[in-house]
């Protein structure tokens, strides 16, 4: 033998040996409290389990703290049938259907391996969703970047983009929406959050718990190799081996046919009646699915570590207990109905193999060729980890960058600089056309997609025959969050929910992925203390829980952290999707409304950022009871079919809402600013709670009632096809601005192509 | 003229679902006895003039970066003059 | 009284439009039968659809593997024989390596995958597959995929265009690089046709840019009614 | 052991996006003189025991069918005993 095995027994006699905690990323008061727990040293492979599911990733010790805001605040809803905790929450959409769906970063690996970083992170989320029992059908990527023409952008953005193309699209998951944002603060530091949306019916809803004493331990899928070890913890396990360190790459490399093989197998066991419980593996692998399942269910589990079969044999038992390999799955299934289990993985093609059961014991027990290697109470490692109140308190800068606005900045006063300011917008990176991107997502594999980008939100049609549907948006402007985080999270919340509502869906509930720097950092941590704030008070407010989300911290370059992003998805329900309202200019002699106050807002906004680089005062007012009547408004004239599309306001206002529904559509329109207001601000000002909307003149009294009823106001804009090919604003300081669609539409399409083809 | 063959190969550790699809298919086609198949990919370079140290050092900087990610791949050069 | 026209659908392990397909059997008036790879019968059908997705994963090429599933053993006969068979983007790449159907299919040129609404023209409307088309007729599918770029030797393509063999033509923009732009091609009988677009993604007003590619899946039930 | 290399090449009358891709790339990070690259794909296959002619053909059969389509592609079979 090269090296020995720590055995618990050996553990016992030795307790003196020096152990690598601290190159495991453990604290010394933490280590002392796992000797404590065990009444002795850890073994080698238990202190391995204790610092990776100790980690940050795992343990979300310095967030949880202010995440219990989530629960303490959550509004009255029958709709939650699965909260926070779970893989993902499930909630009901009614005629017996629920809907589970999530949101996750794979932020650090996609900076060093792009393609297989993004393509892993939809593969990770994925496997949430599906453990949940629920059929993945749709997956979303917000996404954000450094500069756009930084180079180092164009080394990590081709290949985040083709790493999820590339997975979603060989999975036969329709990628419906996301967002795509350039700030020089992710310079480093690119955001890749990944979302997915399951559907399935209440009673196949299955949760990761080992009920059953006898009952076994199935692992399934890939074969367990060296990925990723040191992944989720900081050190690899390489401090183990006595004969000379080994290297084990930190990158997961996806296998999305296998994946697609474990969604098909999965849900055939699941549907079959074959399984107890069920967990994936994601991060810490085989120490998380265990220690979870065991600490969920009958509190105790034995392991034949031996029988996981390798990718790699010379794989140590820490090793195999820390790897990440991807596309494997842990399911707890009664002796008699093994067989079966075993049947349909063959099917499949799918490995499968039995390493365990579940017993009464109170222990997590992992025995290597015979000679017990772990015996921990399954509860300490899963669910007790460390947790921290990290100082946190507000940055001394925070006061003079509220102070800086906007104000200061020259405007256009003419009708020929508004349209030049415009111009240059359109074809700003963060306006531009995504097409580069998203065109190479499937949109259609499943043949249920009745929105996807660059729609306001991705809709899914979820039963043919009723047409029950859902509908999700993505949302977070990360300066709004610099300039005051605890407002910063509800405009994101306020976004993807006017989103959601634009489409013609009542927004139901919340998936967040909280983007943050260092929580060592005590400016970072009351940043992040703000926004889970912020928008746990949304919520409640809304009335839309959140079921679920991630943390992700340690974005940053050096000291400098990214701007705070915490991305908020909203999901919402629609009876029937043939009524969904889409953002295209549909009719000629339609008329144009805004509805909803504009007010003088620029900081954070995009015209201070692209024409002027500024970033300081305080971000647009929100008001979340407006959100709430202009979302029910929307859904309203929905359901009574009282206009033909709508467009929420946010990035660069009114004036590239309108834009955007005219390229859409490949007609323009003829607008003319109200009388009494700026045309500067009305155009450009970034106010929330507002959309655009076209009414046919024969329901135009029915909807402008309907409005009233709301207390949304309304302001007749224009008429749809009135100036031909061409946007026309009169009014704009005495004059009009003219665009031609053909202007803008190349303007918008080639600023991603000339950086990134 | 000269000719600069770059391999690249993932690394040994490095899970290769490309190399596993066709080793079952060769497997379920009756080869038998293969124990592993790795697939990777070859680059064929025709250059002008002949190659000397500081452009077979170009060629190895670029083969490192350009043509290979070290993370997860490991490259050979093969010089192949005509 | 006519009898409904059972479809087989193949299903690969790797296969992601097989519902697609039947669905748009089942709005076409047809009955969808599911197919599974590794069973080599075809249960009677009266015509087969290979559907869109990576049949093996298709890391090797697209395809490649699928041609040796069990399955495509009675497939190849019997496509021989007559039976109506429509390969749609990776079913089309299954018939090319499986030598039904000439030329290959490679990676696109700008390398990307690509997914967009696609203006075709219908080059010939006399397939089992094509005759509820006008000959000439420009209809808007989608198009998705990473391998699409039809290529052949210059003696095979002029072969196709001769016998008239060039079932749908890509226009306005060649999103691949196709070679004479061509989106799908017959084999000399008519019976076997191969297409990069999805028509199977374009048979409800809902979920599609039209409802231009039911008539794929009409054409087929018309003919087989009339036989 | 024995390990066995198939070198798969598109054929030269084949567009080869791939490599015209790498080629602009080559020049643009200021290798000079590059005439033409092509990029091809490489299985490198372990087997049991050793290589004899009738295994050797029916790995020719399956390079020829499997691991490259003759429409498109050439292949060369490297025999690499170690
Ligand atoms: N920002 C957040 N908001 C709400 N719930 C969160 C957040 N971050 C994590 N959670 C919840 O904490 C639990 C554990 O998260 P995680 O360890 O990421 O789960 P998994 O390992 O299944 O991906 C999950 O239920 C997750 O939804
Ligand atoms: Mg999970």
Redesign the interface.
Known sequence: MSRHTDTVANAETTPELEQPYSELGLKTDEYFRIREILGRRPTSAELAMYSVMWSEHCSYKSSKVHLRQFGDKKPETEALLVGIGENAGVVDIGEGWAVTFKVESHNHPSYIEPYQGAATGIGGIVRDILSMGARPVAVMDPLRFGAADHPDTRRVLPGIVAGISGYGNCLGLPNIGGEIVFDASYQGNPLVNALCVGTMRHEDIHLASAKGVGNLVILYGAKTGGDGIGGVSVLASETFAEGGPTKRPAVQVGDPFMEKLLIECTLEVLRAGLVEGIQDLGGAGISCATSELASNGEGGMHVRLDQVPLRDASLTPEEILMSESQERMCAIVTPEKVDAFLAICRKWDVTADVIGEVTATGRLVIEWHGEIIVDVPPRTVAHDGPVYERPFARPSWQDSLQADGPERLARPSTAAEIRDTVLTLVGSPNLASKTWVTSQYDRYVLGNTVLAQPEDAGVIRVDEKTGLGVALATDCNGRFAKLDPYNGAKLALAEAYRNVATAGAAPLAVTNCLNFGSPEDPDVMWQFSEAVRGLADGCLELGTPVTGGNVSFYNQTGSTPINPTPVVGVLGVIQDVARRTPMAFRASDDVVLVLGESRDEFAGGEWAHVIHGHLGGLPPVVDLGRERSLGELLVAASVGSLITAAHDVSDAGIVQTLVEMALRAGVGALVRIPEGVDPFVFLLSESTARAVVTVPTSTLGAFESLAGDHGVPVTRIGIVGAAGDDLIVESVYGASATWTLTELRTTADATLPALFA | MARVIVDVMLKNEILDPQGKAVEGALARLGLAGVTSVRQGKSFSLELEGDIDESRLAQIHELAGSLLSNPVIEDYVIREDVR | MSVTMRIGVVTF??S??D??AA?AIRIAGGEAIELWH?DADLHGVDAVVLP???S??????CG??AR?APVMGPLVAAANGGLPVLGICNGFQVL??SHLL???L???????????DQRLRIENAHTLWTSSYAEGQEIVV?L?N?EGSY???ESTLDMLESEGRVVARYIGVNPN?SRRDIAGVANARGNVVGIMP?P??AV?A???PTTDGLGFFTSLLKGLVEA
């Open positions: 392990p790797g992601l439009d519902r697609d669905r590794g869109g997705g990576f093996y994963g298709d890391y090797l090429r490649a593997i040796f090319c390596e000439p030329g290959a490679v990676r696109n040129t700008d390398l990307h995958f690509i997914c967009r989608p998705k990473g290529v052949a030797d690089g999805h199977e993604h409800e809902l979920t599609g």
